[in-house]
């Protein structure tokens, strides 16, 4: 069974998944496939203005990363950690529905 606990992170790395997830979170809310009935305008607005703050973020918190030396990190770690916070179910928002 997989373990259930996010697993060491630097700080970095931790606000990396935090950033991306959150982005992701925005953009599924602003993808108009997901949508069931109709397409809410202002929701991606007000998404898309997310978007732009998280990327923001997300560069803040790789730059930083790259200025401490952390110029690779585990992908099975940082996988590992998304899978923690619901990563598959968030990014499963993005995607097109199945027809």
């Known amino acids: 069974?997989?373990?259930?606990?996010?697993?060491?992170?630097?700080?970095?790395?931790q606000d990396l998944v935090e950033h991306y997830l959150r982005l992701v979170d925005f953009?599924?809310?602003?993808?108009p496939a997901a949508e069931t009935g109709h397409f809410?305008?202002?929701?991606?607005?007000l998404?898309?203005?997310?978007?732009l703050a998280e990327a923001r973020a997300?560069?803040?918190a790789a730059?930083?990363?790259?200025?401490?030396?952390?110029t690779e990190v585990f992908a099975d770690t940082l996988a590992r950690a998304m899978r923690v916070?619901?990563?598959?179910?968030?990014t499963a928002r993005v995607l097109l529905p199945p027809e």
């Open 1 to 13: 069974m997989d373990d259930p606990r996010l697993p060491a992170l630097t700080r970095a790395e």
């Open 27 to 31: 953009v599924g809310r602003a993808n």
């Open 40 to 45: 809410d305008v202002m929701r991606c607005v």
């Open 47 to 51: 998404a898309a203005q997310g978007i």
């Open 58 to 60: 997300l560069l803040v």
């Open 63 to 70: 730059e930083t990363m790259r200025e401490r030396g952390e």
């Open 85 to 90: 916070l619901d990563g598959e179910r968030r």
